[in-house]
């Protein structure tokens, strides 16, 4: 409904009005503002008194609609609107319909319900507003009603009805750490049908009645906080079985910490003995910092190869992987692409890894952190190591694989062992000079190949990253 206008100018004042603008405009005078309209506004509900045209419920024509998460510009819902008419009655098994009559009669309101509005109420209404008393009468039936000015609409919480984008607001929500499919799940199953979910926009509208909006944008809301991450720091290793070290069992050597023997471990025949403090074993194998320095140490020695020392972050809850492999290609050939009757020539190329592997899955819990290994691998082609295989045109390969879920405290490390590998080496035996003649060098020179098991040992660490809010 509009404020009625003033009245029309004639067409000859519009001429002269637009001649003076594009003077105005002309000239540089940005301070020449006449606009049309300046006073118009739309209302919910007006009426004539005393000769005046009374408002109430005014919504300006500039206000934002569609910003932000709630669309209060035209949003005609009033929690209860004070019209000074306060409403005692009791009613015992009266048909909904006539309690609602009853209701905005004595408030002098106008009533629309829905067709499918029905149902019987129990109440006793104490000194409430019309609209506390309206809510009252309607929660245990499951209908909504909305307040429009001096117009109460009652109609089922239901997007088919009618009456339902008269009852209903409409607000958007827009993820911001988890995702939109995973908030959907929250939604009960009796309420999806307000939401939508917009996968191209990232966005979640929801559309229903006031109640029920707020409350799952709520539930969006505590649900939608940052996620904290870990970053997994990783030390791959392997140890020769010549370089005469072990973890856990190093027959010739001693760690000292603060001057004393922390580790220190011999053998005499088939007899072990030794002496270790727990505080060493501690400090040593405890901290990744600790750790990675005495790796390091032992790497520098040669007592071990490091491979890889590899960080990645991943997600609370999703999965990490590291591999460290060498591709093997091989062919293919189709039957029937073969042979004498072979028409088309095919040739299909198919690759395989080789090397080692690590999926890794880390969930949080507080301090502690669950690190869910799906899969640490060692695998090699063996075609290399074996000369009765080499002429095999695909390749072989041994695995070897462990999973295992350990929970480790924030920064601490765990270590896998014992997966082999095995390792092939040409040792070339030259006699200097002679063996780099042309045409003869290699009668001065030998090879050796030599093929051993190294033992491969992983050292995991996981630290908590945890986001400002999480």
């Given at each position: 409904?509009?404020?009625?206008?003033?009245?029309?100018?004639?067409?000859?004042?519009?001429?002269?009005?637009?001649?003076?603008?594009?003077?105005?405009?002309?000239?540089?005078?940005?301070?020449?503002?006449?606009?049309?309209?300046?006073?118009?506004?739309?209302?919910?509900n007006g009426h004539w008194e005393n000769g005046a045209w009374v408002e109430s419920n005014v919504v300006p024509t500039d206000a934002p609609y569609g910003s932000g998460l709630i669309d209060t510009a035209l949003d005609p819902h009033v929690a209860s609107i004070d019209d000074g008419i306060r409403i005692s009655?009791?009613?015992?098994?009266?048909?909904?319909?006539?309690?609602?009559?009853?209701?905005?009669?004595?408030?002098?309101?106008d009533l629309v319900m829905?067709?499918?509005?029905?149902?019987?109420?129990?109440?006793?209404?104490?000194?409430?507003l019309v609209d506390e008393a309206i809510e009252k009468v309607l929660m245990p039936l499951g209908l909504s009603h909305a307040r429009r000015g001096d117009?109460?609409?009652?109609?089922?919480?239901?997007?088919?009805?009618?009456?339902?984008?008269?009852?209903s607001v409409r607000k958007d929500y827009r993820p911001l750490h988890i995702d939109s499919r995973a908030l959907m799940e929250t939604v009960p199953a009796s309420w999806l049908q307000y939401v939508t979910s917009i996968e191209s926009a990232k966005i979640l509208m929801v559309h229903a009645p006031p109640r029920i909006t707020d409350d799952i944008i709520s539930r969006f809301a505590s649900i939608d906080q940052p996620i904290p991450q870990v970053v997994l720091e990783a030390i791959i290793c392997v140890v020769s079985p010549d370089c005469g070290f072990q973890f856990g069992l190093d027959w010739q050597h001693a760690v000292e910490l603060d001057g004393a023997k922390s580790l220190a471990l011999g053998a005499t025949g088939l007899a072990l003995n030794?002496?270790?403090?727990?505080?060493?074993?501690?400090?040593?194998?405890?901290?990744?910092?600790?750790?990675?320095?005495f790796v390091k140490l032992l790497n520098e020695h040669g007592y071990l190869t490091i491979r890889a020392s590899p960080h990645v972050m991943a997600k609370d809850g999703e999965q990490a992987n590291i591999a460290i492999n060498r591709e093997t290609f091989?062919?293919?050939?189709?039957?029937?692409?073969?042979?004498?009757?072979?028409?088309?020539?095919?040739?299909d190329i198919?690759?395989?890894?080789?090397?080692?592997?690590?999926?890794?899955?880390?969930?949080?819990?507080g301090d502690v952190v669950t690190i869910d290994i799906e899969k640490a691998e060692v695998s090699e082609d063996v075609r290399t190591a074996n000369n009765e295989l080499s002429v095999n045109p695909f390749p072989v390969i041994n695995r070897r694989s462990v999973s295992t879920t350990v929970s480790v405290k924030d920064g601490k490390t765990i270590v896998i062992g014992g997966l082999v590998q095995r390792e092939?080496?040409?040792?070339?035996?030259?006699?200097?000079?002679?063996?780099?003649?042309?045409?003869?060098?290699?009668?001065?020179?030998?090879?050796?190949?030599?093929?051993?098991?190294?033992?491969?040992?992983?050292?995991?660490?996981p630290r908590i990253v945890r986001s400002e809010g999480s």
């Open positions: 409904m509009y404020r009625p206008l003033p009245p029309r100018i004639s067409v000859d004042e519009l001429i002269q009005e637009s001649l003076d603008r594009s003077n105005a405009v002309n000239s540089g005078d940005e301070h020449y503002v006449q606009p049309i309209l300046e006073d118009e506004v739309i209302v919910d009655e009791e009613f015992i098994e009266t048909d909904v319909r006539e309690v609602l009559m009853m209701l905005t009669t004595e408030a002098n309101l829905d067709d499918n509005v029905g149902g019987i109420v129990n109440a006793q209404i104490n000194d409430l117009q109460v609409i009652v109609a089922p919480p239901d997007p088919s009805s009618p009456l339902f984008s008269y009852i030794g002496t270790v403090s727990g505080e060493g074993m501690n400090q040593i194998f405890s901290e990744f910092s600790s750790t990675s320095t091989f062919s293919v050939q189709p039957p029937g692409t073969t042979g004498n009757n072979a028409v088309f020539f095919q040739q198919q690759k395989v890894d080789a090397g080692i592997t690590l999926d890794i899955t880390p969930h949080i819990r092939t080496i040409d040792r070339v035996n030259r006699v200097p000079g002679l063996s780099r003649l042309p045409g003869v060098g290699y009668l001065f020179q030998s090879t050796q190949r030599q093929t051993r098991d190294a033992e491969v040992v992983i050292f995991i660490s």
